[in-house]
């Protein structure tokens, strides 16, 4: 086997939401492992906080921007264009997260959440079909992940009525554009995580009351760990899912 069947090393990547809970876990393993590495967020004292972070052990650059608007998927690919002349990889991890009761799920939730998670995934993967094809080979595709949940897959404990539908719907949209770019040698997977320890979830994860009813519906009894999901982005990532798409991985 070739020592480089899971290298990244040169490749260019751009990860959304990378400032924080899973988005930075991949970026920085992306950034520890030889790619440069482009994070967006809307926040930005947090995203400029992260990229120096980032850059202690590699490349990596920090770019605000509002996924849930077509204006901030654009803008975000023409900064990338600006700094790279080919995508190796699109991380879409970006995401936003409420819970209501049903009585008072209110309505500006779905606009907020079905934006960022849903329509923000498909316009900045269609701002940046130029950079992917750029990079896309049939030895080496383009990669897109798409980052899901599995609360897309089974209902969830909370009260998150938009979130786990748009993550479901990530889902779809994943198998739906790797029928369509397949043929252009860009391959488009989907991982879907279960509870990992971020801020979105640390309501959950810090109440000692609320942790074991967590880890009591995961089947490994264990909240995930950075090297969980960076593994799995470093495999489809790599030469070593080269011959992958349309899957989603929980």
Wanted: glycine residues 10%; contains cysteine.
């Amino acid at each position: 086997m070739s020592s480089d069947l899971f290298s990244v090393k040169g490749k260019q990547a751009v990860v959304t939401g990378g400032s924080r809970g899973v988005g930075l876990m991949i970026a920085r393993g992306l950034v520890e492992a030889g790619a440069e590495v482009v994070i967006s967020s809307r926040k930005a004292d947090a995203l400029e906080a992260a990229a120096a972070e980032l850059s202690q052990n590699g490349t990596c650059t920090a770019v605000q921007a509002d996924l849930s608007s077509q204006e901030g998927a654009v803008g975000l690919a023409d900064a990338v264009r600006e700094r790279f002349d080919r995508l190796d990889m699109l991380v879409n991890n970006a995401g936003a997260r409420g819970g209501e009761p049903i009585d008072s799920y209110p309505d500006k939730a779905w606009d907020r959440v079905l934006d960022t998670n849903v329509r923000g995934v498909f316009q900045l993967t269609v701002a940046t079909l130029d950079l992917l094809r750029a990079a896309a080979s049939d030895e080496d595709p383009a990669r897109v992940i798409n980052i899901g949940s599995v609360d897309g897959i089974r209902p969830p404990l909370m009260e998150t009525y938009a979130y786990s539908a748009s993550k479901a719907a990530v889902h779809q949209l994943t198998g739906h554009l790797a029928k369509r770019l397949a043929a252009e040698r860009i391959t488009v997977n989907a991982i879907a995580p279960g509870p990992f320890p971020s801020q979105m979830m640390a309501f959950m994860l810090d109440d000692p009351e609320r942790r074991p009813m967590v880890e009591q519906q995961i089947p490994l009894g264990r909240v995930g760990q950075p090297d969980d999901v960076v593994g799995t982005t470093l495999f489809l990532s790599s030469r070593a899912g080269a011959y992958l798409t349309g899957t989603l991985i929980p």
